[in-house]
């Protein structure tokens, strides 16, 4: 009976268990290193992002469930342009959190002098998360001070790539002069955002990083409620 048993699992006659999920949520955070973006804006969006992820608030939202987070971080600007800061980090504790914001601290700008390809950048997270930890959700945080002007834009990314199961959020940076701010704004709400219960987030400067940032991290952080997920479910 145990032969005939392991024979049908074997050959496919009865379903193997699924993959166990590892993580709650993988949250890939996309900076902008584009020209507009100067060196002193650069320390303040990269210093925000450090002083976010170690805030007391969002510390606990990372540990508001029993499931850890999967965290990843890169940078992006041109077409060919994106470097990736941190790859995926299983936050299970305290000290992986603080790791990885040394890593993000320690990192070096690889870019400065080319424009803004927001399609190939949503390319590049796109493959990222295809690579992540298995988790319930999938989330890519699209930073930035200015709308797309090379490549192909969001519109051609969102169908050229798997985003069927990502949220996309965006973090506007509305610092520089030329885009003004309803425009950027309205372009991040009317093209960059994607998913069921995606936001924007807005940074009056980059001086005010740092608060968006963590605003930002606490609301993706929190475990959805039950209700939510039923619905969801019940919508599938």
């Known amino acids: ?84 800061i941190l790859d995926w980090t299983l936050i299970d504790g305290r000290a992986a959190l603080l790791d990885a914001a040394e890593v993000v601290a320690r990192s070096k700008r690889s870019h400065n002098d080319f424009p803004t390809a ?11 998360l295809e690579r992540a930890p298995r988790c319930l959700r999938k989330t890519l945080d699209m930073a930035g001070d200015g709308q797309s002007n090379e490549g192909f834009p969001p ?43 995606a936001f924007v987030e807005i940074a009056d400067g980059f001086e005010d990083y740092e608060r968006a940032m963590r605003r930002k991290l606490e609301r993706e952080l929190k475990p959805p409620a039950i209700g939510a997920l039923d619905a969801a479910g019940d919508a599938g």
């Open 118 to 128: 927001m399609g190939y950048a949503l390319g590049y997270g796109a493959k990222l």
């Open 1 to 84: 009976m145990m032969r005939a048993a392991l024979l049908a699992a074997v050959t496919g006659l009865v379903p193997l268990p699924a993959l166990a999920i590892e993580c709650r949520l993988a949250l890939a955070l996309a900076i902008d290193v584009s020209s507009s973006v100067d060196a002193r804006e650069d320390t303040l969006q990269r210093g925000g992002v450090v002083a976010a992820l170690t805030a007391p608030e969002v510390v606990a939202a990372f540990f508001a469930s029993d499931l850890p987070v999967a965290l990843s971080v890169y940078e992006w600007s041109g077409r060919y342009n994106q470097e990736l």
């Open 155 to 197: 519109a051609a990314a969102y169908r050229e790539f798997a985003f069927d199961d990502v949220v996309v959020n965006g973090l506007v940076v509305n610092a520089a002069d030329f885009e003004g701010e309803v425009g950027l704004i309205a372009f991040y709400k009317a093209e960059v955002v994607h998913g069921p219960g």
